[in-house]
């Protein structure tokens, strides 16, 4: 099946995004389902800034204390497309953000979003896909330069196959930067993730590795967000990113449906490193 749709949070009323507010930015009628775990916008909501397409945002809480998925998340269901999954979008850290939580010194770290989750979510471990998704990582030596880093997670194991793991240069906070994520998930070949910032290629999955469970799964456009792992990540105040100019598309094609952003500015220095092994859970 082929797809394409985009975010409309031009159309979206500003203030808390209710479950009716997430259907003026993705309307009934396409080719998704929407599941809210956050109907009353407590953790979303809609915010002019006009540095984002349409001139408006969506806010998301990373709330003082909190870590792991919890009701932070809403998803768009599009079932069995069988074709590569394409996700592009905007994302920032607003200036006060805690990436450094100090307890203990050398952790911190969580998921921004959205992300493509091939297969389920949560519910029987055996169901569960594969999720290709972007962390911020201040773990170990990211701790005084915290960075971002491309994940390709089996949810029934925790094995990691973008290996070896790999981290951008440092995140600057308030600066806008464009995400993209394609995966075809189920047995290998074809089944592969691939990652990409501010235009050129990140990362791939490992090459000849299967993205369980098959190919033949539900394709999740999944817009959880969270601080991961445990309370030593959780941050020490309210902290808050903003994301916009979302496009969704099937197959193979490197371009999204409709008009594109600008060109960003090329960096001056080092844009990636590359590290050793590193498992990351998703607590949901």
Known sequence: MDYSFSGDFAAATIGPMTTAVKKQVWPDGGPYTMYDADPNGTFFSIVSDTRFAGGKACRMLYKKGAFGMGQQFYQLRVPSPQTVA??????????????????PQNLGGGKIGPCINWGEVGGVTEKRGTRAMWWYNANG????????????QDQRT???YVQPVKYTAPIVLDQMYRFRVRIFG???PPARANYWMDGPKVADSIEGQALQVTAQDDV???????????QENAPRWDCYGRHGNIKCWS?????????????????????????????LTLIS
């Open 251 to 279: 197959g193979s094609s490197d371009t999204p449906p409709g008009p594109t952003p600008p060109d960003p500015t090329p960096p001056t220095s080092g844009q990636y490193r590359i590290e050793g092994t590193v498992t």
């Open 86 to 103: 394409n996700l592009e979008f905007d994302w920032l850290f607003e200036p006060n953000f805690d990436l450094n939580p100090p307890n």
């Open 141 to 152: 030596s990211n701790n005084a330069r915290p960075v971002y880093s491309p994940v390709c």
């Open 158 to 160: 925790g094995n990691q």
């Open 220 to 230: 999740l456009f999944d817009f959880a967000f969270f601080a991961g792992g445990g």
């Open 186 to 188: 189920g047995v290998s």
